[in-house]
């Protein structure tokens, strides 16, 4: 009710991080049936077609057969002019104010985001918000902008798995904006459940975690309930900008193809600490690539770059490393082998064995994995779609390259962000470095090698 009277005092966009069993999809009827209602009172012109228009988006076909079903039990019978049920649609009974015109409900999926586009929608209805791709979302949203329509937008769903979801930030702007209305609510506020009812939902403490248990039906959102655990705590220090003496360097490279970048993340072998990374984009060659791969382990003396095997030209990519000399190990990211590396990666998020400094891909990444349901049934782990795994990929590969954890990384403190800034003349080498800023530099940079030395216990 509580729901109900936000629309009936104007919200025009209502979002609901609701738990599990408490009625998101009746209240989506029957704000749907309102809609139809409001919008028969309305003169529409014959140049809108439909007259009346509804989408029901979902992640796939499979989660629609539950809100199908009772709309076809729930919509009397009489208003229903025509009913496709192979096509996932049906027409509503329209009256003179639309010329005896015909509404249209139909379902459609987030599979393929570039269908949801080009109409203009009286009412749309997400359902199963936290599964619909933000690719999906940003093509969806504008279709309820079109002149004339009513407007009405109705997301429902659990708590997202990550806060870059959109899913997440509707939320939070709903909170602050006037014109829309957030609502959270428990399984256990539904009052239509049982004592047994509410007694089982108990018992699924001991089968889940409790993040999961959470999100699930206390509605609360933690990044914990994703496939990656504790992130937060692996969250510390800063990338390097030159190699520590004494200390032994390895890399992971995900190789990327097409719309994928490729990711090179450089990691401390003993402390199993992320220190540098590069990527390179669609637009930089392979040759390019690996030239740059080459000049970073003349830099940094890599002990040993593992990589993808795997990926589209994956062998080419393989024979052409082996050429360099560079001390590469190929690795088939196939299978099992896929699902232990993952979950190697895993372990050590969750025991704290890894540390890597905020990275914004890596860490969106990380938060974004879970496992989800494939649209055939299976399961997978796997990034939402429009979303990139590259730099999980590359991190986990490299930590096949590192020595077991002992104990917990411990936090590095953050370097200063002072720095001296070379003047134009100094960069294009039309001066000398002899500035005061320059030695500046120097200096510090000899302070920099002496304190890393010390801490790696290396003489000078």
């Known amino acids: ?85 192979s096509d996932w649609n049906f027409w509503l009974r329209g009256n003179e104010r639309w010329q005896h015109r015909q509404g249209f409900v139909e379902v459609k999926t987030a599979h393929d985001p570039d269908a949801l586009q080009t109409t203009g929608v009286d009412y749309l209805w ?29 997301f429902d769903g659990i708590p997202s798995l990550y806060p870059e979801h959109w899913f997440e930030r509707a939320y939070r702007e709903a909170e602050r904006n006037p014109l829309h209305f957030s609502h959270t609510a428990t399984s256990f506020d539904n009052p239509l459940l049982t004592t047994i009812d509410k007694a089982e939902i108990e018992s699924d403490r001991e089968v889940l975690s409790n993040a999961a248990w959470e999100r ?67 637009s930089v060659s392979w040759v390019q690539t690996r030239e740059h791969i080459m000049a970073i ?50 372990g050590a998020t969750e025991r704290a064995t890894i540390s890597f400094p905020p990275i914004p891909q890596l860490v969106r990444q990380l938060r974004a994995m879970q496992m989800r349901r494939l649209p055939a ?27 077991e954890a002992r104990a917990p990384v411990s936090t590095p403190p953050r370097a200063s962000s002072s720095r001296y800034v070379p003047t134009q003349a100094e960069v294009d080498g039309h001066a000398r470095m002899r500035s005061k800023g320059a030695q500046i530099m120097r200096l510090a940079r000899s302070e920099r090698l002496k304190r890393r030395a010390d801490m790696a216990d290396v003489e000078r």
């Open 297 to 346: 382990h003349d830099e940094w003396g890599l002990k040993t770059i593992i990589f993808d095997a795997s990926s589209g030209g994956g062998k080419a990519v393989e024979e052409d490393l082996m050429n360099t000399g560079l001390p590469v190990e190929p690795f088939a990211i196939v299978g099992e082998r896929r699902k232990e590396l993952l979950e190697r990666l895993a």
């Open 1 to 85: 009710m509580a729901v109900h009277q936000a629309r009936a005092d104007g919200a025009r966009r209502i979002v609901s991080k609701i738990g599990r069993r408490w009625g998101k999809t009746r209240f989506g009827i029957g704000d749907m049936i309102e809609a139809y209602h409001h919008v028969l009172q309305q003169h529409r012109p014959e140049s809108m077609v439909p007259p009346f228009h509804v989408w029901l988006v979902v992640p796939n076909f499979p989660q629609a057969r539950q809100p199908w079903n009772e709309m076809q039990q729930l919509i009397p019978r009489e208003w229903v002019t025509q009913l496709n049920p």
């Open 216 to 282: 699930l039906y206390l509605a609360q959102y933690s990044e914990n309930a994703a496939f990656f655990r504790n992130v937060s705590q692996c969250i510390s220090g800063d990338l390097l900008t030159e190699p520590t003496p004494g200390r032994q360097y390895i890399a992971g490279l995900d190789v990327g193809w097409t719309n994928d970048p490729s990711v090179f993340i450089l990691m401390d072998m003993e402390s199993r600490r992320v220190v540098n990374h590069w990527e390179w984009d669609g």
């Open 126 to 154: 997400i359902d199963e918000a936290q599964d619909v791709p933000n690719e999906a979302f940003e093509k969806v949203l504008p279709v309820s902008r079109s002149p004339g329509v009513l407007g009405w937008q109705y």
């Open 377 to 403: 049934g299976a399961y997978r782990l796997q990034v939402p779609r429009g979303e990139h795994d590259d730099y999980i990929f590359a991190l986990a590969l490299g930590l096949t390259a590192c020595i």
